[in-house]
């Protein structure tokens, strides 16, 4: 089997599966409980707290805890839903997660002016597109760090300090690259920042939202005062352990880590290229490690998944959040991929388990199968 999906999900990690265990089983008491018995996964969860703050550079309350990316998107998006209304218009891209995109659809339906900035052919939002588009009445503005499908790498410094300029809130959904670049939350001079722990071998169905002290937006759960009421609902406390394991240990490899994914893509690049297949590499040359979009000319991306899939390789067409659609996604149509290549586009995402000769079967195998 060769897995080469990680831009999906990625594999649970030893850390955070060890870290995990105890909470699992024997320390099962509840973090919101005064008696002694809760002082043990109240601690737990204080010390997760400060290890993912400390590895994006932030203060441990400016961490919330969340079920993932997309619950952490849709409370960003949705909260502009109680801003004032002389100032909440959302300025977001062609090319965002459906996370966004479909709270922008939805929050739109109630009111809410969204505007989409276009990307240029390697998916990159130009800062002189959301100057032009940025008002007074602007109030958020989300980018993602890195595409989902393409990998490209947006100028997130750049575009927060022209959103605060305008005095608008900045997010980013950094799914993509929380555990696999080196983030910093104040050099990037975001507002708000959103990650998931299955993208950095962690369990899946917890993640966190940053958000800078200062800055307020609504609570999408209501209920309990857990995560200073910004979150209601017993905290999932074996999950957020393992997240912080898996996220600490990718944080201390990171620099092996691209090396390694750097040397990976090489490979398969260099292998496709021998075997003379006709395709174009999407994305910026600035791209999440080991993430490599192909469009092959002539072929049918999702006849490639499926008859790679049959051969014991896993690979994606795009977005595992959009699987059930088959057509060209949104962001191969933003970048203006010519049709005869935007059909037979797939998405190979490396990690850290994937060796030299498995990109090299790959490539031959997409040899055997396209002829």
Do not use: W
């Not at 109680?82 to 739109?108: M, Q």
């Not at 759960?221 to 074996?238: L, S, V």
């Amino acid at each position: 089997m060769i897995y080469a999906d990680n831009a999906a999900t990625t594999e649970l990690c030893r850390q955070s599966y060890e870290a995990m265990e105890p909470y699992l089983r024997d320390e099962y008491a509840n973090a919101s409980q005064p008696y002694s018995f809760a002082r043990l996964t109240k601690r737990a969860l204080k010390e997760a707290r400060e290890i993912i703050a400390s590895c994006i550079n932030a203060l441990p309350e400016e961490i919330y805890f969340t079920s993932g990316g997309t619950e952490s998107d849709n409370q960003v998006i949705k909260s502009t839903l109680f801003f004032n209304k002389d100032k909440n218009e959302i300025i977001t891209s062609s090319i965002e997660h459906h996370a966004i995109l479909n709270s922008c659809e939805t929050v739109s339906l109630l009111g809410i002016p969204v505007e989409y900035l276009p990307v240029d052919r390697k998916g990159i939002v130009q800062p002189f597109d959301l100057e032009k588009n940025i008002s007074k009445k602007t109030g958020l503005v989300s980018i993602m760090y890195g595409n989902n499908e393409i990998g490209t790498i947006e100028p997130i410094k750049e575009l927060s300090s022209i959103a605060h300029k305008a005095g608008a809130i900045f997010h980013t959904d950094a799914v993509q690259g929380v555990g696999h670049v080196s983030i910093d939350v104040h050099a990037l001079g975001v507002d708000l920042l959103s990650s998931s722990s299955h993208k950095f071998n962690g369990p899946k169905g917890i993640g966190f939202l940053y958000m800078k002290k200062g800055v307020k937006i609504h609570p999408f759960m209501n209920g309990g005062a857990q995560e200073k009421g910004m979150r209601a609902g017993t905290e999932n406390i074996a999950a957020i352990v393992g997240m912080a394991a898996a996220l600490k240990m990718n944080v201390e490899r990171l620099a092996d880590a691209r090396e390694h994914l750097t040397i990976l893509e090489d490979t398969l690049i260099r292998a496709l290229q021998e075997l003379g297949l006709d395709f174009i590499r999407n994305g910026s040359s600035n791209h999440l490690p080991g993430n490599v979009n192909l469009s092959f000319r002539g072929a049918d991306g999702e006849m490639l998944l499926h008859r790679l899939d049959l051969k014991g390789i896993f690979i994606s067409t795009g977005s595992a959040c959009d699987s059930v659609d088959s057509q060209v996604s949104h962001v191969i149509r933003a970048i203006h991929i010519p049709k005869e290549y935007a059909e037979g586009t797939i998405r190979i995402s490396f990690g850290a388990n994937n060796k030299e000769e498995e990109a090299v079967r790959i490539a031959k195998e997409i040899k055997n199968i396209l002829g």
